[in-house]
């Protein structure tokens, strides 16, 4: 085989020299996939939330830069980007609820793995680690609002020091080292865990988690950013009260992924128990589960057992996630009475939801049969061809410059808004235009893969040909005698039917019938 002599130069062959270079390692051992067309983002929901966490790093990083992690700064350094650092609103609020929208889109991506049996197929590994990093993205969420130091935040902060040091043996050097001696240094521990710790052991946990095909989905990716913006337009996040020492703390609870266990707590059980052992004995079993399922399929109707414990596990933590949040309005009653939960009337309906949950389950899967047993039956008896919503060009024409002239609508109301200072009104019409870009690129999508689809032309219907009637004989030609041509320039009639014998007839040239027949050529030439 004869080597080629070409040589690249310039950019081309930087990022040639630059692709072989890293050939062998593991960014390129990972496939990502662009989809064509749309896909359920259920399958993704991983590659989603990794998305997320590459928000929450650079929105981060950019908080850095004015954030000062000292015990006396910290709020007054938040409130300053909040109120004064050029888009320190946006980008706080950016980080807030990218942060809760990282640790849905990793409960929801679980929890789809487990319905679905994904781990049946040798993937107990990934299964494990991503529980493991389920809870350390928690974790990281729990210290970075807690760098603050509000109100708020020193509740979970005096939350998490309590249950530390409720730790049998190892407590009270697992306080000192996380927090540190009382309130002098913590800020400076949980910032360093929040920003460099924390990340570090996500990002080893995510090389081993990670599949080798991920899917990279535009539109989904935009929808993601666009619905963060969003919420951060309509709920901007305030900045609370500032913790004073000497001011009484007013009500307040942790954020949402954390009430759970906030709700179990206020039953004034054993802070070990309630706080920790529970929760711990709930990730245990969630890692075991791979081990635990023996059954053979992969369909939740198949798996009632593991089903049933699922749905279960999932009642109990929105149940005990809204029970985290409530607290007694009367304000008559002193504060901690308002805290306390009934133990006998929570742990009481804890325990029915079990019943409540396998029959649930139940019900569901006897329903999901059902459906299943109608639809072939329907499918047997029923017209072949499912119903589909396809556009036709014009219209996916008039979509495209609708979604287009109000991207640019958008683009100006935004950036009025911004002029003006609303700044939550500017984070809303951010969003709305990440949404309207996201559909615009899913409609361009679709109208491509309908041109590369496109039915073949109908055929062209063929006539068939009739027979064409003989043409009638004019009584010129029937005068003419036989061996006689036609004039030159009348083409010959076609004989299409048999040749009917017909009388002959004598020209007239002066030669009768009674007259002799011998008179040749040669008497006609004489004088």
């Known amino acids: ?12 062959g930087f990022f040639y020299w630059l692709w072989d270079g890293v050939d062998r390692t593991i960014f390129t ?23 997320v966490f590459i928000i929450l790093g650079v929105s981060g990083a950019l908080l850095m830069f004015y954030y000062q992690p000292m015990l006396d700064r910290a709020w007054d350094s938040v409130q300053f980007i909040n109120d004064e650092v050029p888009f320190g609103f946006h980008i706080r609020n950016i980080h807030y609820h990218g942060s809760n929208a990282m640790v849905l889109l990793a409960v929801l991506h679980m929890y789809y793995q487990y319905f ?24 990281e969420a729990f210290t970075g609002y807690d760098v603050i130091f509000s109100e708020r935040a020193e509740l979970a902060i005096s939350i998490a020091a309590s249950l530390t040091t409720s730790i049998p043996v190892a407590g009270p050097t697992i306080r000192d080292a996380a927090l540190g001696s009382g309130f ?38 935009m929808a993601i950013g666009g619905a963060i913006l969003i ?10 009260f500032k913790f004073e020492p000497t001011v009484p ?15 179990f707590m206020r039953t004034q059980y054993d802070k070990f128990v309630t706080g920790l052992l529970w929760p711990l004995l709930f990730i245990i079993s969630l890692v075991l589960i791979p081990f635990i399922d023996r059954y053979k399929k992969f369909s939740w109707r198949d798996r009632p057992l593991i089903t049933a414990f699922g749905i279960t596990s999932l009642a109990q933590i929105m149940v005990t996630t809204y029970w985290g949040f409530y607290i007694s309005p009367d304000v008559s009653v002193p504060l901690v009475e308002r805290l306390v939960i009934d133990p006998i009337f929570f742990y009481s309906t804890m325990i029915l939801m079990v019943p409540l949950g396998f029959g649930f389950t139940y019900m569901m899967i006897k329903l999901a049969n059902e459906a299943e047993r109608k639809s072939k039956l ?15 060009e014009k219209w996916i024409n008039w979509l495209l410059v609708a979604l287009l002239t109000f991207q640019v609508f958008l683009n100006i109301a935004a950036y009025n808004a911004a002029l003006i200072g609303m700044k939550n009104i500017s984070l809303f019409f951010v969003g709305i235009i990440l949404l309207v870009f996201a559909a615009f690129f899913h409609i361009y999508r679709y109208a491509l893969s309908q041109e590369k689809s496109a039915p073949p032309p109908p055929p062209t219907p063929v006539q068939d040909e009739k027979p064409k009637l003989a043409e009638p004989v004019s009584v010129e030609q029937s005068k003419l005698p036989k061996g006689d041509s036609l004039p030159e320039g009348k083409p010959e009639p076609k004989e299409l039917a048999p040749e009917v014998p017909t009388p002959k007839t004598q020209a007239d040239l002066g030669v009768g019938a009674d007259n002799n027949l011998n008179v040749g050529s040669g008497d006609l030439n004489k004088p």
């Open 1 to 12: 085989m004869a080597a080629s002599l070409e040589r690249r130069t310039g950019a081309v």
């Open 29 to 51: 051992a990972i496939k990502f996939s662009f989809p064509a067309r749309f896909v359920s983002p259920f399958g993704f929901l991983g590659m989603l939330t990794f998305t």
């Open 116 to 139: 679905s049996g994904r781990y049946k197929i040798r993937n107990e590994v990934l299964w494990m680690t991503g529980v493991i990093l389920g809870v350390v993205t928690i974790l």
């Open 184 to 221: 002098s240094d913590f800020v400076l521990r949980f910032y360093a865990q929040h920003v460099f710790l924390l990340p570090i052991v996500m990002l080893g946990l995510m090389a081993v988690h990670f599949p080798r095909f991920l899917v990279f989905d535009v539109p989904m990716v």
């Open 231 to 240: 919420t951060g337009g309509v709920f901007p996040i305030d900045m609370g």
């Open 249 to 263: 703390p007013g009500v307040t609870v942790p954020e949402w992924y954390l009430t759970g266990i906030y709700a």
């Open 378 to 392: 329907a499918k047997s008896t029923g017209p072949k061809k499912v119903a589909t919503i396809n556009l036709s």
